[in-house]
Structure formats: C-alpha cells, structure tokens
C-alpha cells in the first residue's frame, strides 16, 4: 500500500471507532475492510496502473465515513468528508476528483460509467457473492430497523434480497461478472432455500398455535406444550453439544499443528525464547479441549428403580437412565401403571423438562466458559509470542 492509502485506512479506523454510531452493525470498519479487500481483488486481476489502483483503494476506504453522520446522502457526505481529508494530505486535485466520483458512484440509484467507477461499485457489492453474505444481510436487517429506517420480519427481509439479486442487482467489471455471478447465484438458491424452510415452519407454528387456541379440551394444550417446549430443549441440547464439537475440532487442530511445528524447534537452545509462550498456548488450548469434553459428557444415572417407587409416582420412567438396568418385565409393568395414570403421565413429563432444563443449564455454563477461556488463550498466547519474539535478543 501506499502511503497515502495507510493514512486513510489510520483515518478511517480512527473517526469510525470515536464517531460511528453504535446502530451501525453493516456500515461499519468490518464492511469497510471488506470492500476494500474485494477492490484489491479486482485491482490484481485488471491492467490499472498504480495511480488507478491507489484512487480505488482510498475510496473504498472513505466511501461509508458518512455514516457517523447517518445513513441520509451518505455517500455525499462521504465524499465531501473524503475531499477535506484528501486535501489535508496534500493529494492532487486530479486524485481528489477521481476519489469522490468513485465514492458518488457507490449510491444504487446511480449508473457507473467509467472502469473506476464499474469497480468500486462491484466491490461494494461483493458481499452478494461471498459466503458471509446471509451473515452480513441479517445485520443491515438489523441496522434498518434499529435507525428506524424500515422494520422487515425474517421473512419479508429475505423476498427483498431475493428480488434484489434476481432484478435488480448487476456485476458490471468482467472479473465480477465470470468469477462472482455464480457464487451470487448461490447465495440466491440458499436464500430461496432458507425462505421455504421458514414458510414451511411458519406455517406449522401458525397451525398448531390455531389449533390450541380453538381446543376446548386442556389436555390438548397441555400436551402441546410439552411438545414444543421439549422439542425446543432438545434443539438447544443440539446445539450446544455442536459448538462443543467445534471447539473441541479447531483446538485439536491447533495442538497437531503446535506439536509438528513448533514443539521440534525447542530443542534448539536459540529457541529457548519460545518455551513460556508455547507453554501458555498449549495450557490454554488443552483446557479448552478438556472443558469441551466436560460440557458434552454424558452422565447415566444408576438405572433401577423399586415397586415403591412406582406406586409412589417417584421414578421418571420416560428418562432411559432410570431404567437401563431394570429387566423387560419390570419395565413393562412400570410403564402400563403409567399409561392408566393421567397424573402420573404429566408429573413424568415435568420432570423430564425439568432435568433437561438443568442439563441445558450446565452445558451452557461450562460452554460459556470455554469459549471464554479459548478466547483469552489466544490472547495471551498471542501477547507472550509477541514479548518472546521482541525480546529474544536480550
């Protein structure tokens, strides 16, 4: 990078950390770095000369810095703002002009004309074609609504993306055109995707809660509601045994990594500097890994109950860890004494939502905590690296 463009990028990171504002979850330093990198992108597969590519860098940079202002005429603002930074810096008034028509031409209602113009504009829409293109769509839904701008549901935000990418949106650069449009229009088929699974389950919620609310029989709603509530503490079990899974996946990536390239080169004594650093790292990765291991392990109750416990209505028979260890007969007799028992039925099932609950409550306790722990290990890995290497030769 030039010169030029590293002040830029220090100006930009400066004035969005102490001025943007906080409802601003898309146009922020993340999409800024985005669009700044897609640029580079194009800009290394174009014969652009090294003035061009310097003008596409700077205003890929400075195109959203209107925003600490809000979202009106952004792209004006930006570009005024743009030119009074520029002329700061002592650019040319060539550089200036070519920088602010770059950043106009970032506004969707206007037509880009020139290859400068064709570029920033691709570039500021790369995101339709990138993978964290749902992630970064649910974000500007968000932003809209928090400014107050326009209140989408789920459903209707993912029929204007659709619209958006099947109508009205176009790739203008011959790069973006061969290499964007069919990752775009795979994003489109997810989309589509994702909105007839949400179609579908709308329509379920929709059609169970009608059939609750016109039941006059409670027991309809009372069974109900233990479906759907045990059906949603078994999606969260679900999903937090796969972020467990996750995490226990990259840590043991990063030990087979650590042990075949880092671990060998401590033997030699000019790299005595890395042992705490490596040390820390791993400690911090294999607590990780054991924290993961403890939030998905399961633990089997004794599995036996008594003829007492059953008439009692005590044992939980819809919980295999307190029959796993009883014989067909006993079993059989236990559930048909059950099954003639309406409140014995709905104690059961309290029961079984209720330890459930607590199950899920350790899981994401122990998870949250891991996550906490990996997420300060590298941190601290990552500073100890940084002192080790800047004084390795003391």
């Not at 925003?67 to 930006?78: A, F, L, M, Q, T």
């Not at 037509?111 to 749902?134: G, M, N, Q």
């Not at 509530?229 to 990259?250: F, G």
């Not at 390239?261 to 030699?268: C, T």
């Amino acid at each position: 990078m030039s010169q030029l463009v590293t002040e830029t990028f220090d100006y930009v990171s400066t004035i969005f950390a102490a001025n943007l504002p906080s409802n601003c979850l898309y146009h922020n330093l993340t999409h800024t770095k985005r669009v700044f990198k897609s640029t580079k992108e194009i800009i290394n597969k174009s014969t652009l000369t090294s003035e061009e590519a310097e003008i596409l860098q700077i205003a890929a940079l400075l195109h959203d810095i209107g925003h600490i202002n809000g979202p009106k005429d952004h792209e004006v603002v930006s570009a005024k703002m743009a030119t009074d930074f520029l002329k700061e810096k002592k650019a040319s008034e060539a550089l200036i002009a070519k920088v602010e028509q770059c950043i106009l031409a970032t506004n969707l209602d206007k037509e880009p004309v020139t290859e400068l113009e064709k570029i920033i504009r691709d570039a500021d829409s790369s995101h339709f074609a990138k993978e964290y293109f749902l992630e970064a769509s649910e974000l500007l839904r968000l932003e809209l609504q928090l400014q107050g701008i326009a209140d989408y549901s789920k459903l209707e935000w993912m029929a204007v993306n659709i619209d958006m990418l099947e109508n009205k949106h176009v790739y203008f650069t011959d790069y973006a055109i061969a290499y964007w449009n069919p990752e775009k229009e795979k994003n489109l088929e997810a989309i589509r995707n994702a909105k007839k699974k949400l179609v579908k389950e709308e329509k379920l919620e929709k059609k169970e809660l009608k059939q609750l609310q016109k039941s006059t029989d409670p027991e309809k709603a009372i069974q109900s509601v233990f479906r759907v509530t045990l059906k949603n503490h078994i999606k969260l079990s679900d999903i937090a045994d796969t972020k467990a899974n996750i995490l226990l996946s990259v840590n043991a990536i990063i030990i087979s990594i650590a042990l075949s390239n880092l671990i060998p080169k401590l033997d030699n004594p000019s790299n005595n500097y890395l042992i705490y650093p490596t040390v820390i790292f791993l400690v911090f990765t294999v607590t990780a890994i054991v924290m993961s291991v403890l939030a998905t392990r399961p633990n089997v109750t004794i599995g036996k109950f008594t003829k007492e416990d059953v008439d009692n209505k005590k044992v939980n028979l819809l919980f295999f860890g307190n029959f796993h260890k009883m014989t067909l007969t006993e079993f059989e007799w236990a559930m048909n004494e059950m099954l003639n028992d309406k409140e014995y039925i709905y104690s059961s099932m309290t029961k079984d939502l209720y330890f459930l609950g607590l199950v899920l409550q350790k899981k994401y306790k122990i998870l949250r905590l891991t996550y906490t722990i990996f997420m300060i290990g590298i941190i601290v890995s990552v500073i100890a690296f940084a002192i080790a290497f800047q004084y390795k030769g003391f």
